[in-house]
């Protein structure tokens, strides 16, 4: 149980245009999804918590207008990039939080996905 | 603000051996988590072990074990009779009581040789 899938798991797209992720919890609810992005070789950033129903709260430095974070349900957060340009390419990972969980840390993490913007 | 700090980019080890990935951390918190997560090479991040800084007794989880020195905000991991499915990418995370993310240090890189 717990798995978190990440559609698609590879995109390549034109500079200028939108790309969407989704982020979802297969077997369980999650209220609260996360998103990383981690460059080549190098750590996963937190960039935006998502909550159900509500707004997502952006880390400093991650401009919200460029990534937009829905969460309609608690089984899906989505990501999308806006007018992306190569310097957005990475690889974005989410990870979900149980819902009523009350042991710290448990969140799941999706496979990622490969963002390729040319 | 919590920072967390891996000294070791890479690493190897033969198959068999044992082998210690040290990480650092700073924070004023006195209660807090942290984490050891395993990213092989289908990038996949994989929770390994996990400790809580208010028990003294060091986590262990089959061949992984930690060395938690609180005062010294120093959080090991060694693993012991490594396995070439070992290899992979750790990260050393942090998670404030409260918090829900992660604060991840940059990682270890390592190759577990045959």
């Known amino acids: 149980g717990a798995v978190v899938s990440q559609h698609p798991s590879w995109v390549i797209c034109k500079s200028g245009t939108s790309v969407k992720i989704e982020c979802r919890s297969l077997?369980?609810?999650?209220?609260?999804m996360f998103w990383y992005r981690q460059f080549p070789k190098q750590s996963l950033m937190l960039m935006a918590t998502s909550n159900e129903g509500s707004k997502a709260t952006y880390e400093q430095g991650v401009e919200k207008d460029k990534f937009l974070i829905n969460h309609a349900s608690l089984t899906l957060s989505t990501l999308t990039v806006t007018s992306a340009h190569p310097e957005d390419s990475s690889f974005y990972i989410c990870?979900?939080?149980?819902?009523?969980?009350?042991?710290?840390?448990?969140?799941?993490f999706g496979p990622g996905t490969r963002l390729t913007v040319t | 603000a919590q920072t967390v700090t891996q000294s070791q980019p890479e690493m190897s080890v033969q198959e068999a051996e044992t082998v210690t990935l040290s990480c650092t951390y700073d924070?004023?918190?006195?209660?807090?988590?942290l984490f050891w997560y395993k990213q092989p090479p289908s990038r996949q991040m994989i929770l390994v072990i996990r400790q809580e800084a208010y028990k003294q007794q060091n986590a262990t989880e089959n061949r992984f074990s930690v060395n938690f020195q609180k005062a010294a905000k120093s959080f090991s991991l060694k693993i012991s009779d490594s396995q070439l499915g070992d290899t992979a990418m750790y990260f050393c995370?942090?998670?404030?009581?409260?918090?829900?993310?992660?604060?991840f240090g940059p990682g270890t890189r390592l190759s577990v040789l045959p």
């Open positions: 924070t004023s918190e006195s209660n807090y988590y």
């Open positions: 990870s979900a939080r149980k819902t009523g969980s009350r042991r710290l840390g448990e969140q799941y």
């Open positions: 077997d369980f609810q999650a209220t609260t």
């Open positions: 995370a942090f998670m404030k009581p409260g918090g829900q993310n992660f604060v």
